[in-house]
């Protein structure tokens, strides 16, 4: 579909003078990419597609000059986005620029004696691993996924399992470069006002380059674990609180479908790195062997209704009674323990094409109440959430816009198609706002702007950083756009 | 920006007093709406509609600001500049295109100008609009598009064939827009209801499978949650307006109505 005046090579000339051509846009048809390759986007839950340029800079000039030229275009900026593995639209920006950060891929350097790495912001922590493991290296952070970048765990401060001893991500970062919207390359160092500004900041102070990260020394690429069955939410609380500081590592994964007495019924499993005499005997030759099994991926095109109260529910009684009433000392593969879901590629696929939300907050240590409550509502709701995942975080981070916070932390996933799922999460987020507690954004994809200032009481320092900084909005988000960051 | 939900921020309303428009405004209004736009002919019947949506955003604690915007079907020379102005505004998550006119068959066959008027509403002046609309979304990169047909577009029948040629045309184009808009991130939704009980049929008989402005409402919240391309008012009307399309002509023209 064009709207633009055409003439025929071979047709014969024309006296009359062309009509002017009016504006550039006018002249390009509805479907003609403009510049740079136009793709529609989502996060890892699928919803709210929109479309942007992306562009996938190899080295620091080429990230430079991209910058630059959001900068010259002036409307609707640029973010930087990594594998994608936020679940909202945090690496998302509707008709502007999406700045591929995968393409920045190389390993700087590996100061083993200092136990620290410098990598660009593209690097996976999967690839973090396979290089680093057989160094007898370990990531200090690893959330649930390998498949995030380095750039995307500084943005989003992550967390992983050891959050109550270590704290997230960006407390092991010595430095980082940042590409800010001037075009200028900063070094940054924590304490800074930007690094933490940058920590947690969901790309919205620039496009992170390069990080030096401080290194957990390991022996080998084994896990020993602990796991035991809880019958009920309070048991499971209270044998957190007296016994996680005793494991760097501890989850819980809690049937939200049970109800009655059973409700919050939960497999806790803790642990640490194994020491070789902990390991099976066909590991001991190869301790530091890091080969993550691979099974075929989720299919594309499932329908959306697979994951409804009655499989989920089976689904859970199932998990929860297979794992053993109490366990101690397994020796467990590195992959298994952290990432069980990396194994399917493309495991998002199973929620079909409504796609889902992720929908995570922070509650008090004070407040479990608070926690009872949301538990409560969700089982009396029957929601067909698998995989909800409870954990307790341990002292606040430095980043303003970090999401930990002293407090236990509740995750689950919801198909989005449910009926009436948008007002029954808002219940739910009032209930969190309530008590001081918040959401995290890289998991957002739909919560109220109103409630951002009460969660993160540091966002008008955030804004007017921010504002000082990148007055034009080079750097801006379709998160940023929805909730007005 | 649309949530997860497909829940609208933004809306833009082209036909602001067209009852299934408000209908549409009503089910979509949520706290999240942060701005509402009635675009149409000036008249206090638009105004008193914007009233009433105020009325209905602060029952619902909405701060959502609702504004009424000049717009004639009939002046494409204007839309260009009346429309831009709305998206220079900010982002608009929702376009709602829900004007139209019935005509009155008898009458309109024999006055070839008010035919030629209708046309010229119901399909030239939503032609040029979405147009506009539609490059407006494309820039933003995100955003639904709604465009009101009607099961009359399906096949053409002797008692309104006059509506049923414009919707039929603007039905095309819609489907086709989508297609061109496919992969921008800009969301085209064809809603075909049925006879709809409002102002514009009043005095009629309702025809089988009479639906309401609020079943449209509800149907078009549903069908941009889902991202669909076309939706029926009542469902049921699909494999009813299936059967009827692949019915022998000699039998088409003789049913009633």
């Known amino acids: 579909m064009s709207v633009s005046h055409q003439q025929s090579p071979r047709g014969p000339a024309r006296t009359a003078p062309l009509p002017e051509p009016q504006r550039p846009s006018e002249q390009a048809g509805l479907s003609e990419p403009e510049r740079g390759r136009t793709r529609l986007l989502t996060g890892w839950g699928r919803t709210a597609p929109t479309g942007a340029r992306v562009h996938r800079p190899r080295t620091v000039e080429e990230a430079v000059a991209a910058v630059d030229a959001v900068r010259e275009r002036g409307a609707r900026g640029s973010i930087p986005r990594g594998l994608g593995r936020a679940y909202g639209d945090a690496a998302q920006n509707a008709g502007g620029t999406v700045l591929d950060a995968t393409g920045l891929d190389r390993i700087r350097a590996i100061d083993l004696e200092a136990s620290t790495v410098t990598c660009e912001a593209g690097v996976s922590l999967h690839r973090l691993m396979e290089v680093l493991l057989p160094l007898g290296r370990f990531v200090p952070v690893t959330p649930g996924t390998r498949y995030v970048t380095v750039g995307g765990a500084v943005g989003a401060d992550i967390h992983g399992k050891n959050h109550h001893v270590s704290g997230s991500f960006s407390r092991h970062v010595v430095s980082l470069e940042l590409l800010t919207a001037d075009g200028r390359v900063r070094t940054l160092a924590p304490g800074d006002p930007l690094f933490d500004a940058t920590a947690g900041g969901m790309g919205l102070t620039g496009l992170v380059l390069s990080v030096t990260l401080r290194l957990l020394p390991v022996e080998t690429s084994w896990m020993t674990v602990d796991t035991e069955r809880l019958p009920d939410l309070d048991t499971l609380l209270s044998r957190m609180t007296e016994s996680d500081h005793r ?79 109490s366990r101690t000392g397994e020796p467990q593969r590195l992959a298994s323990f952290f990432h069980p879901l990396d194994g399917v590629g493309h495991w998002n696929r199973i929620y079909g094409s409504a796609g889902f939300v992720q929908w995570q907050c922070v509650v008090g240590h004070e407040h479990d109440d608070a926690l009872r409550r949301i538990v409560q509502r969700i089982s009396r709701r029957s929601c067909p959430s698998f995989l909800a995942v409870l954990k307790r975080f341990g002292a606040a981070d430095p980043g303003w816009l970090s999401f930990p916070r002293p407090g236990w932390t509740l995750a689950l996933d919801l198909p989005a198609g449910l009926p009436g799922l948008g007002a029954f999460l808002d219940t739910l987020d009032e209930e969190v706002a309530a008590v001081q507690g918040r959401l995290y954004l890289a998991k957002d994809a739909r919560m109220r702007p109103e409630l951002l200032p009460v969660m993160y009481p540091e966002l008008e320092r955030f804004r007017a950083l921010r504002a000082e900084l990148d007055p034009h909005g080079v750097f801006t988000s379709d998160l940023a756009r929805r909730l007005g960051i | 920006m649309k949530d997860a939900f497909g829940t609208p921020q933004s809306l833009l309303v082209l036909g602001g007093t067209s009852e299934i428009a408000l209908a549409t405004v009503r089910r979509l209004l949520t706290r999240r709406t942060r701005t509402v736009w009635l675009a149409g002919r000036p008249s206090p019947r638009l105004d008193e509609a914007a009233e009433q949506l105020r009325a209905r955003a602060a029952e619902q604690g909405a701060e959502a600001r609702v504004h009424t915007v000049p717009f004639d079907a009939l002046a494409p020379d204007d839309h260009e500049e009346v429309l831009g102005k709305v998206f220079a505004e900010g982002d608009i998550d929702l376009v709602l295109l829900a004007f139209g006119v019935l005509g009155d068959q008898q009458r309109d066959e024999a006055d070839p100008r008010a035919a030629e008027r209708l046309a010229r509403t119901n399909y030239a002046g939503a032609v040029s609009s979405s147009l506009v609309c539609a490059r407006a979304l494309r820039t933003q990169g995100h955003g639904s598009l709604v465009v009101l047909s009607s099961v009359a577009a399906e096949r053409p029948r002797r008692a309104n064939f006059l509506y049923g040629s414009s919707k039929a045309g603007l039905d095309a184009f819609a489907h086709g827009l989508g297609d061109a808009l496919h992969g921008t991130g800009v969301h085209v939704l064809v809603v075909r209801p049925g006879f709809v009980a409002t102002r514009m049929t009043e005095g009629m008989e309702p025809a089988p499978f009479a639906t309401t402005p609020e079943a449209v409402a509800e149907a078009v919240a549903h069908g941009v949650r889902r991202r669909a391309r076309t939706v029926w008012v009542p469902g049921v009307l699909r494999p009813v307006m299936s059967v009827l399309r692949h019915l022998p002509h000699a039998v088409f023209r003789r049913l009633p109505g």
Do not use: E
């Open chain 1, 247 to 325: 494991y760097r590592y501890s989850v819980a994964w809690i049937d939200l479908l049970a109800r009655g007495p059973a409700a919050g019924r939960a497999v806790l499993t803790r642990g640490d790195h194994a020491p070789p005499a902990a390991l099976p005997r066909h590991a001991r030759r190869a301790p530091l062997a890091f080969r993550p099994p691979r099974l075929p991926p989720a299919p594309r095109g499932l329908p959306s209704g697979l994951l409804r109260t009655s499989t989920v529910g089976a689904f859970n009684r199932l998990w929860y009674h297979k794992a053993p009433r």
